[in-house]
Each structure stands twice: as structure tokens, then as C-alpha cells.
């Protein structure tokens, strides 16, 4: 394949997969476009020649400084505009990540707080690609997408040497697109983002070429998101148009069957998916607001809806933005049974406990202005958080426009608890019902409480109304939530968060609500 034409499919994935998921490029405020940002000559030597100097603080970094706040500390790469993407740790507790501008795999030493990075000579000098994938495989070697050049690289952590792997197209596709990379028993599987495919291969590769095991998409779908193996070693992931819905696929190896469960409605780019520890498959709709779940007993999907993201991520200058989302984009189980995500353009990490369904939300400090509505507005942007792992109850993750790697320790104590009366109600259509919720401190609050709610029906069928919206918290304290099922509402079970936000973290109860 031609090189111009392989840069021209990368950066038509940037408009669709990133470009397209900023809240208000729609109203013209991003400021960077990847397809101009190549300058004529080096200017500083340092891999932000890749970008003209207009685009700088727009891919590299705004702020020279990091960020902290009592649940996030984040840590500068000392290399300038490198844009950490994928991120994974050793046995060690060491953190790798990709490094999306420069070729490179990179370290973080926790026990030091040190970086080591490792050049790449077989990266090409002012090539840039997304490196979604990376994963550390048993013989301590890290395997790493490149979607750019259709590539599957392989570092060695002993002699610091790279290997690259061409990765195959699927049959009457022009171009492949790995992308992620998950543990398929001792082989890795990737899926062919735009290549309606998902491969497996071994790690004793030798030669140019990828040997892989292909499992080709059903149906015409555009795009094959991520992937997991559950516990029978049955294949799940998802195929879909974005803004058109698609399917949850279940293939099982063994018969070469496949399974196929269409998506509820409203689940319009379903990227990331994990299995859970009782068998349900977790879904992030990077369209939306929602998270999904789907028992494959029953076979019934539920949908879960974050809270409403901080206007400091969108900002509103231009008033435009009437229904802010927070787009949830990978997950991943920890090892209590908790679902983890990232909010690109909330710019926090969620965790979800499916017991409890219960919802925190940890607001990332660092924030670059260039990719939201901020006009004017300092303390205003997203550091385009697009991807984490969970390891030895840390949260690790890179920030893309920051050149930052951010860990959050999710141990440290919320500053308040929030319990609902109840947390199942059903409504006949007509009807009202008021939960109260009782806040209860941790600690002293040097500032006010917002109240806030969101659900998964529409506002037209199901309204929630809290008696206050903020409130100062000094004391326990009850509020009244009014739920109100419209006369002509539409029966079906939906979810309801109501949400407690202080600061950098939000708190929220679910409450399910039956229309009949």
C-alpha cells in the first residue's frame, strides 16, 4: 500500500474516532487538524516538529506544569509531545505505554518516579500512528498495535530490541486497522477495527508476516470493536455502524458457531467490553453517556447512564452545548469485581460496582482548552484520557495532549456517602413517587454539593426532579427526589442516577424505576 494513502486512512480514523468524539466540533471550536500539522523543517529538534507550532498546545501539551488532587497524581514525560495512548503494567508494577508520536515504548518506575524510554530505529522520523493495543505477555515481552502501518510490533524488555510484524488484510478489504490487544489463553487476539475482523496469533512469530487465526464479522458492519474471552473460552465482541447500531457477537471456537445479539437501542459506538465475574458482558458507548450490560442467560441487556459531565470539560462558551455527554470509551474489571472506564470528554475514570450499583467518577486535573467549547475560561478542557489498566488497586492512565501519565488511588477516602430510601420503585403511567436520598459527610466540606441525575428513559416518559440542586453539606442531610412517569409514558425498566458532586469526584446511587 502506498504510504500517502495509508496516512490518509489513519487521519480519516483520527476525524472519525477522535475529531468525531469531541462535544463541540460540531460548532467549529476544536482547533487542531492532524491532516496540516507536518511544518517543512525541525524546529526544535524534539518530536514536536511533528506539529507546527500553532498546533502545539493543541497535541502537546498546554500547560508545562502537572496537576494533583488528593485521588489523581499525574507525572510529565520528560521527552516533549510524545502523546502516551496504550497503557499496561508488568509483575513489577511497572507501567509501559506507547508513545504515539514518537514509535517508542516507554517506562514508568513507580518505586523511583522515573521514566526510561526506548528509542525505536525503525520508526520512521516524523511519523505519528495510533498504538491503541499493548499487552505484556508471559516471556516479558510487550506486544503493541500500529494502526498507521498495519503493523504488530513486539519490544523485548531484556535487549530493548523491537520487531515489527505486517499484519494481514481480510480478504476484498483494502486496508487492516489493529487495534486492541487482549490475552487469548497463552495467544493474543486484536481486532481489525475497519477489517470486519478479530485475529488471533502466538507470540513465537518469526518471519515479516503475522501468522493469525482470522474470525471473520457477520453482517455488513463498518467497524469490529473490542474483544474478550469468557470463561467457557467463547469469543465476545462487537461489530456496528457508528451512530447505527450493530451487535454483541458470541463465536465459540470450538463449533465455529456464532451467536449474535442486537444492541438497545440508543448504543451507537460500542467500544470497549469486558467480561464480568459472574459471566455478564459490560459494554462503553463512546456515543453517549451509557454503559451497558448483558446477562447471557436471560439474554436481556440493561443500560446504565452516567452523571452529567463538569461544564469545566466542555465549558459552553458559545452556549451551544444543550446536552452534554461524557462518552465512556475502554473498561476493565479490577479484582473486586468492579468495572472500570475512562470519560474521554468528562475527562475522568469511573468505577462501577454492579452489587451496590453504585457510581464514582474522579475528574482528571490536568486540562488542555484546545479540544472543548472554553472561549475565555480557564481550569477548562479534556487531556483526551484514552485508556487505563487497573493493577495492585491502582488506576493508570496516559493523557494524550498532555505528555502526562496519571495514576489514581481509589482507596482514598469519598468526602461524603449518599444512600437512596429505596433503589427499586414502579410507576404506573400518571403516577409520582419520592425517594429521599440521605448525604452524609466524611469529612469537613470546605464547599458546596451539586445534585445532580440523569436517566436512561426519555425526559419526555420519566422526569426527575431533586427539591435542591446544591446544598451546603455540614451536617447529614435529606433530599426529596421527585420521580413523575408521564401519562402517555412508554412502559419498560430504566435506570436512574442521582449523584452527589464535590470538587474533583462524584458520588451517585442508582435507582431502578419500573413504567407500567
Known amino acids: 500500500m502506498k504510504k500517502n494513502t495509508k496516512k490518509l486512512f489513519a487521519f480519516s480514523f483520527m476525524a472519525i474516532f477522535i475529531i468525531s468524539t ?8 476544536f482547533h487542531g487538524n492532524p491532516q496540516q500539522t507536518t511544518p517543512p523543517a525541525a524546529l526544535t529538534g524534539t518530536p514536536e516538529d511533528n506539529y507546527s507550532p500553532d498546533k502545539r498546545t493543541t ?3 498546554s500547560q508545562n506544569n502537572t496537576e494533583s488532587t488528593k485521588y489523581i497524581t499525574e507525572f510529565k514525560i520528560p521527552t516533549l509531545c510524545t502523546q502516551p495512548l496504550a497503557v499496561t503494567t508488568d509483575p513489577s508494577g511497572n507501567v509501559w505505554f506507547t508513545e504515539t508520536n514518537t514509535g517508542n515504548i516507554g517506562e514508568f518506575i513507580p518505586a523511583t518516579d522515573s521514566f526510561h524510554e526506548f528509542d525505536n530505529p525503525l520508526w520512521q522520523k516524523g511519523e ?3 498504538m491503541w493495543g499493548i499487552y505484556y505477555a508471559s516471556d516479558g515481552n510487550i506486544w503493541f498495535s500500529d494502526s498507521q502501518h498495519s503493523l504488530i510490533w513486539e519490544f523485548n524488555t531484556q535487549s530493548k530490541n523491537y520487531s515489527s510484524f505486517i499484519f494481514p488484510k481480510t480478504s476484498n478489504q483494502s486496508e487492516s486497522f489493529p487495534q486492541m490487544l487482549k490475552p487469548d489463553g497463552p495467544d493474543i487476539m486484536v481486532n481489525d477495527f475497519t477489517g470486519r475482523k478479530v485475529a488471533v496469533f502466538s507470540t513465537d512469530q518469526t518471519g515479516n508476516d503475522l501468522t493469525t487465526t482470522n474470525i471473520i464479522s457477520p453482517g455488513n458492519y463498518n467497524f469490529t470493536s473490542d474483544m474478550a474471552v469468557d470463561s467457557t473460552n467463547k469469543i465476545w465482541y462487537t461489530v456496528w455502524n457508528y451512530q447505527l447500531g450493530g451487535l454483541l457477537v458470541n463465536y465459540n471456537p470450538q463449533t465455529s458457531q456464532f451467536s449474535n445479539y442486537t444492541l438497545p437501542t440508543g448504543i451507537l459506538a460500542p467500544n470497549g467490553l469486558s467480561v464480568g465475574p459472574n459471566g455478564k458482558i459490560w459494554l462503553t458507548d463512546t456515543a453517549s453517556s451509557m454503559f451497558v450490560s448483558f446477562d447471557p442467560q436471560s439474554q436481556q441487556f440493561t443500560k446504565y ?3 452529567p459531565p463538569p461544564v469545566s470539560t466542555y465549558g459552553n462558551n458559545s452556549g451551544l452545548i444543550k446536552t452534554p455527554i461524557t462518552r465512556p470509551y475502554w473498561n476493565q474489571f479490577d479484582n473486586q469485581g468492579r468495572l472500570w472506564f475512562n470519560e474521554q470528554v468528562a475527562n475522568s475514570l469511573a468505577v462501577f460496582d454492579p452489587i451496590k450499583e453504585s457510581l464514582v467518577e474522579y475528574l482528571v486535573p490536568s486540562k488542555n482548552p484546545n479540544w472543548s467549547d472554553c472561549g475565555n475560561q480557564t481550569d477548562c478542557g479534556v487531556a483526551q ?3 487505563l489498566t487497573v493493577a495492585n488497586n491502582k488506576v493508570w492512565f496516559p493523557e494524550w495532549v498532555e ?11 469519598l468526602p461524603l456517602a449518599l444512600n437512596a430510601s429505596t433503589t427499586v420503585i414502579t410507576l404506573h ?9 440521605t448525604l452524609s459527610p466524611n469529612e469537613q466540606l470546605t464547599g458546596t454539593v451539586d445534585i445532580l441525575t440523569q436517566q436512561t428513559a426519555n425526559v419526555q416518559d420519566l422526569s426527575v426532579t431533586p427539591t435542591n440542586q446544591t446544598i451546603t453539606l455540614d451536617k447529614q442531610k435529606t433530599i426529596p427526589v421527585n420521580l413523575a412517569a408521564d401519562d402517555f409514558a412508554l412502559s419498560g425498566t430504566y435506570k436512574v ?3 452527589a458532586r464535590y470538587q474533583d469526584v462524584t458520588m451517585s446511587q442508582f435507582i431502578t424505576v419500573t413504567i407500567q
Request: with cysteine.
Open 305 to 307: 447512564i452516567t452523571a
Open 59 to 61: 497535541f502537546c501539551q
Open 429 to 437: 403511567r400518571g403516577q409520582n413517587e419520592t425517594v429521599n436520598v
Open 385 to 387: 484520557v484514552l485508556a
Open 497 to 499: 442516577v442521582v449523584a
Open 403 to 413: 505528555n502526562n501519565i496519571g495514576v489514581l488511588d481509589p482507596t482514598v477516602p
Open 22 to 29: 469531541i462535544t463541540v466540533v460540531g460548532a467549529g471550536y
Open 128 to 130: 505519528k500512528s495510533m
